[in-house]
């Protein structure tokens, strides 16, 4: 029986695994997951990543476990791990699922070639996208910059809706060969800051099934709900989805199960175009890897960014003095998620009345978000900072109390993530800065003590906004 090594990446999952189909067929199956990050560059996981990554892979460990085989934990380097795995075990082949971030890109392309040379059979799948990023074009071969169009593409081409099936059992893994004990990569936070996140997530390929069904239920209010930050509209799968413990095939073929056209139907259309911007988003990066640092409107390179670092700490810990603002960082730092409209609110808040850098905001998203997702991350803050592709115009700046008072009507919301505000009704709930002072001390609350007074003022910072965006002119033709 032929030996092959199966490596895991962000593809954590048995059912529509490619890699692990191809490597079945070959015959015996040797599953490994090699940390390391040192290799990764801007990829490399931040802290809440790290925490979702290690209960990925314990529950990882836990399938195979229980179809014969286990999951085998080494260090980095990659190429250096898969070569001595090979000699250990007389694999013939080596096979993975692939990756999309630049420097993954440039790592595992060096890898396949070193270990071909050895003779190695090795291949590489699609587990991630319907359709690989360079395989939708527009009519004159060069990429999409604007999503409408692309998403037709993508539609015209067709969504794959068969996912492979998980296997029945596997091969074991013999106690000879060595394994790490999780624990060792040392992911999970040395100081006791995740419990909101272990009571707020399942990570895992079972987690996200429970969470699909459970969407699934209400998809048809979507369209409707998606945008309220007081209701659980949205899926909340994106953090499955980065760690691939399940795929967009996988959710397509389940909710045609219940829905046979549910690109006719609001609730289900609307959901699967929010996964065609994730894979507009991969093909962005991958056509265009500068994106990682630099705008895509070049145009802004010269973007004159206010240098502030205490209005930075204060928007990253939630003491912006803005409601809405500060609730959804407050959000983000307990569980390690936050609301996609509260991301726009939060983003446009940083880079358009700051004026600070979107790469200070991605970075800390990076180093916070459950579901930090390369891709996604840089198109989302360019998209709002107007410097990427499909981007909101430089003139449009979220008013963060007419956002909170839409998509938060009643300031659930506000006063789950801000309980010194509870006592607050109305505008005053939206705005305590405007709020008289008699009533601000009825609800027990000194500005500047018991919650902070506002680091920018909304009028002045737009206007200051526009001013400096408009000498980029990003929308001149």
């Known amino acids: 029986m032929t030996t092959a090594v199966l490596w895991f990446r962000r593809d954590l999952r048995l059912a529509d695994n490619p890699a692990l189909h191809a490597a079945l067929e070959t015959g015996r199956v040797i599953p490994v997951y090699i940390h390391a990050p040192e290799e990764e560059g801007h990829s490399a996981p931040g802290a809440a990543s790290r925490w979702w990554l290690h209960h990925s892979l314990a529950a990882l460990d836990k399938s195979l476990q229980a179809l014969g085989s286990r999951l085998v934990i080494r260090r980095g380097p990659a190429l250096a791990a898969l070569q001595t795995l090979v000699a250990e075990t007389g694999a013939t082949a080596v096979f993975w699922n692939r990756l999309y971030d630049p420097d993954l890109i440039r790592r595992d392309s060096a ?35 604007v999503f409408t169009p692309f998403w037709k593409a993508c539609l015209a081409a ?156 204060a928007w990253q810990h939630g003491r912006t003095g803005i409601p809405i ?59 709002t900072a107007g410097c990427g592709a499909d981007a909101a115009p430089y003139f449009r700046i979220f008013n963060p109390i007419l956002q909170a008072e ?30 008289d002072p008699a009533r601000l001390q009825a609800a027990g609350i000194l500005l500047g003590k018991d919650y902070p007074k506002p680091i920018v003022d909304l009028i002045t910072s737009r206007e200051r906004a526009l001013a400096a965006f408009s000498e980029v002119r990003p929308y001149e033709r």
């Open 406 to 435: 839409k998509f938060d009507p009643k300031g659930v919301y506000i006063r789950h993530w801000l309980p010194e505000l509870a006592k607050l009704q109305g505008k005053a709930l939206y705005a305590p800065w405007e709020a």
């Open 325 to 383: 603002v500060d609730a959804a960082m407050r959000e983000l730092w307990a569980t390690g998620w936050m609301h996609n409209r509260a991301r726009m609110i939060v983003a446009s808040l940083l880079t358009k009345n700051l004026l600070l850098d979107w790469r200070a905001g991605a970075a800390w998203f990076w180093d916070t978000l459950v579901d930090a997702d390369l891709a996604n991350n840089i198109a989302g803050w360019q998209w």
């Open 111 to 145: 890898i396949k070639a070193a270990l071909r040379e050895a003779g190695l059979t090795v291949n590489s799948f699609n587990s991630r996208l319907w359709h690989e990023p360079w395989q939708i074009a527009n009519k004159t071969g060069d990429p999409y910059k």
């Open 158 to 313: 067709g969504l794959d809706s068969t996912p492979l099936p998980p296997p029945q059992s596997l091969p074991q893994v013999t106690t000879t060969i060595n394994s790490l004990p999780l624990a060792d990569l040392q992911l999970l936070p040395k100081i006791d800051w995740d419990h909101s996140m272990r009571e707020a997530w399942t990570p895992g390929e079972t987690g996200a099934w429970q969470r699909l069904n459970a969407f699934c239920e209400h998809i048809d209010a979507y369209h409707n709900r998606r945008n309220r930050m007081d209701q659980a509209g949205t899926s909340k799968l994106s953090p499955h989805l980065v760690f691939g413990e399940i795929s967009p095939r996988q959710i397509y073929a389940h909710l045609l199960a219940s829905h046979p056209h549910p690109l006719d139907q609001r609730g289900s259309e609307h959901f699967l175009r929010e996964l065609g911007w994730r894979e507009f988003a991969y093909h962005l990066i991958w056509h265009f890897p500068q994106l990682t640092e630099q705008p895509l409107d070049q145009r802004f390179k010269h973007m004159a960014w206010r240098d502030a670092p205490e209005d930075l700490h």
